[in-house]
T-cell receptor, first 110, second 114 residues
């Protein structure tokens, strides 16, 4: 039982490149979330999903897209990376009250 | 939508002192308020939570209080220890049917000095 696993853990991108972050959970959770964490700004919700095939925008969705084709996976895509997207990205999942977080992905856009 | 404000942003205490972190929320329909602790370089983890039908909850050295009328809730840590040093996040959520959005505060960096 791995919980919530994020891939990759670290990545450096050049401005304009694209990439996909993968979040996988093995707890059969319905809800999945992508947050970004920046100094002094806490955890800000990018997109979330309330079930397979459904997604919704959070507080800071611009520049990101998501997909949830399988219940256990939630993908976050950056189509054209910008330096402002340099951040630590956390995925989380839950069905009950407690949210379980992945270990984070540190993304640097140069 | 929900907005959660958290204060202070940093808090320094001596070992053995108490620490208090305060949060306010805007959506009166929010009814679930968790607190997460994030140690340096690690993922946030739930340490305590409270629902709107309860005014106070304790778990050993930590406690959370909720004032629904004023829409604020607080985390209290007594007899602080160096291992309590971390970033603490409060959050608010609505336990609606249909969807659950978990909105976090901006975090408090707690430093406990020996």
């Amino acid at each position: 039982n791995a919980g919530v696993t994020q891939t990759p853990k670290f990545r450096v991108l050049k401005t304009g490149q694209s990439m996909t972050l993968l979040c996988a959970q093995d707890m059969n959770h319905e809800y999945m979330y992508w947050y970004r964490q920046d100094p002094g700004m806490g955890l800000r919700l990018i997109h979330y999903s309330v079930g397979e095939g459904t997604t919704a925008k959070g507080e800071v969705p611009d520049g990101y897209n998501v997909s949830r084709l399988k219940k256990q996976n939630f993908l976050l895509g950056l189509e054209s990376a910008a330096p402002s997207q340099t951040s630590v990205y956390f995925c989380a999942s839950r069905t009950g009250p407690e949210a379980f977080f992945g270990q984070g992905t540190r993304l640097t856009v140069v | 939508g929900e907005n959660v404000e958290q204060h202070p942003s940093t808090l320094s205490v001596q070992e053995g002192d108490s620490a208090v972190i305060k949060c306010t929320y805007s959506d009166s329909a929010s009814n679930y308020f968790p607190w997460y602790k994030q140690e340096l370089g690690k993922r946030p983890q739930l340490i305590i939570d409270i629902r709107s039908n309860v005014g106070e909850k304790k778990d050993q050295r930590i406690a959370v209080t909720l004032n629904k009328t004023a829409k604020h809730f607080s985390l209290h840590i007594t007899e602080t220890q160096p291992e309590d040093s971390a970033v603490y996040f409060c959050a608010a959520s609505r336990w609606d049917t249909g969807f659950q959005k978990l909105v976090f505060g901006t975090g408090t960096r707690l430093l406990v000095s020996p």
